[in-house]
């Protein structure tokens, strides 16, 4: 999994996102978890929640208890499992209002 987690930071860099998401360089990156692709060349499956934190802690950010809290709640808003696939549809912060 770890070559397909290379295969979106690429994606992200080459779309002009910063190799952190805590940078100040780069575009500001957003995102939104979906059931569902937004089919865009930024949008990227996930088998479930571990898959994603795994992915965000190897960009080099890290993952505390409240952010893993708030990812969790946003999975209860949504009304998804966390054990279940989802989408993570990657854009650039502002732009989630044209989706």
């Given at each position: 999994m770890k070559e397909s987690y290379n295969a979106i930071a690429e994606a992200l860099k080459i779309a002009g996102f910063s190799s952190s998401l805590e940078e100040a360089t780069g575009k500001v990156l957003d995102f939104k978890i979906t059931p569902y692709s937004l089919n865009t060349k930024l949008s990227f499956r996930f088998g479930n929640i571990e898959e994603f934190?795994?992915?965000?802690?190897?960009?080099?950010?890290?993952?505390?208890?409240?952010?893993?809290?708030l990812i969790n709640m946003a999975f209860i808003e949504l009304g998804m499992d966390t054990d279940d696939f989802f989408y993570v549809n990657f854009f650039e912060k502002g732009e989630d209002e044209k989706m």
């Amino acid at each position: 999994m770890k070559e397909s987690y290379n295969a979106i930071a690429e994606a992200l860099k080459i779309a002009g996102f910063s190799s952190s998401l805590e940078e100040a360089t780069g575009k500001v990156l957003d995102f939104k978890i979906t059931p569902y692709s937004l089919n865009t060349k930024l949008s990227f499956r996930f088998g479930n929640i571990e898959e994603f934190t795994e992915f965000i802690k190897l960009t080099g950010n890290a993952i505390t208890d409240s952010k893993l809290q708030l990812i969790n709640m946003a999975f209860i808003e949504l009304g998804m499992d966390t054990d279940d696939f989802f989408y993570v549809n990657f854009f650039e912060k502002g732009e989630d209002e044209k989706m």
